[in-house]
């Protein structure tokens, strides 16, 4: 096994790789063009409530939105009692029109569906501790409105 550094964001951490991936790794990362290449998909849709305000966060020249979004699953137990686990996901808007709506008509416990990909990093808090992050980037958020 030999050890490479691979970046995450700002951060370098070093990962293992078997000998057989170098050459693949190589033609990665050279300037060549792919002999082919495929298709992937990362989408994801979710339909639940605000769990706060959205924020404001980044600076002027690389803004960004953020609010979390709370779903959650129904599940029985063997004895017939009835339980739910909720799930919070970490949304972020980075399309400016997006997130000027958002900002201005998304509030907490409203219901919303947020369309986008998912997204996975490593975030440094404030004593210096590396944690492990998921984020749902919104291509496109719709608010429900609660009727009488």
């Avoid at 495929?38 to 980044?58: F, Y």
């Avoid at 949304?91 to 569906?113: I, W």
Wanted: glycine fraction near 6%.
């Amino acid at each position: 096994m030999n050890s490479l550094i691979k970046q995450t964001g700002a951060l370098m951490r070093p990962i293992l790789i078997s000998k057989s991936l170098i050459p693949a790794l190589n033609r990665c990362y050279s300037n060549e063009a792919p002999a082919r290449t495929e298709k992937t998909i990362n989408t994801i849709t979710l339909l639940g409530r605000v769990g706060a305000d959205p924020q404001s966060r980044g600076s002027t020249e690389h803004p960004v939105v953020t609010f979390s979004l709370a779903t959650h699953t129904n599940y029985r137990y063997e004895n017939g009692d009835w339980a739910q686990r909720t799930d919070w996901h970490r949304v972020v808007v980075f399309k400016p029109n997006l997130r000027e709506t958002v900002m201005q008509y998304l509030r907490k416990g409203q219901r919303a569906m947020v369309q986008g990909k998912v997204t996975y990093g490593e975030i440094t808090d404030q004593q210096g501790n590396q944690k492990t992050s998921t984020s749902v980037i919104a291509d496109d958020v719709i608010f429900f409105r609660e009727t009488a």
